[in-house]
């Protein structure tokens, strides 16, 4: 995802990703990268958790679905089904976030196995 249009001289570029960890927990890393005339300036990496439970006790759980890498339109759909899914801070029992063993887990994944390819389209990796 991106923001920014060609009159710009910036550009945010904007890679989702999820991890299910070892311990059951779903990450959702959120990398950012920021451009100005063509050239990364800056870049970095949200973590939270792909649940929340909700005041009312609701659960809101990221499920990893079939959507295939070459199907854009499913792609999309999945994403958005998650994204339009999150709700608001004001209705979360707990804000909570990975622990950073967590967040290195999935950060030291992304760059090893993601980060020179996220412009691809990929298959599930596992390791």
Request: aromatic share 16%; proline share 3%; net charge negative.
């Amino acid at each position: 995802m991106t923001s920014g249009d060609d009159t710009d001289d910036y550009e945010h570029k904007f890679y989702w990703s999820f991890y299910e960890l070892n311990n059951g927990k779903v990450i959702v890393l959120n990398h950012t990268e920021y451009w100005e005339n063509d050239k990364l300036v800056d870049n970095g990496f949200d973590y939270t958790y792909g649940s929340s439970e909700l005041k009312n006790g609701k659960i809101i759980k990221y499920e990893f679905g079939n959507a295939e890498p070459d199907d854009l339109n499913a792609m999309s759909e999945e994403f958005y089904d998650y994204f339009e899914s999150n709700p608001p801070i004001k209705d979360l029992k707990n804000l909570t976030y990975p622990t950073k063993q967590e967040e290195e887990c999935v950060e030291v994944f992304f760059k090893k196995q993601l980060m020179d390819r996220k412009d691809e389209k990929t298959n599930v990796t596992f390791l």
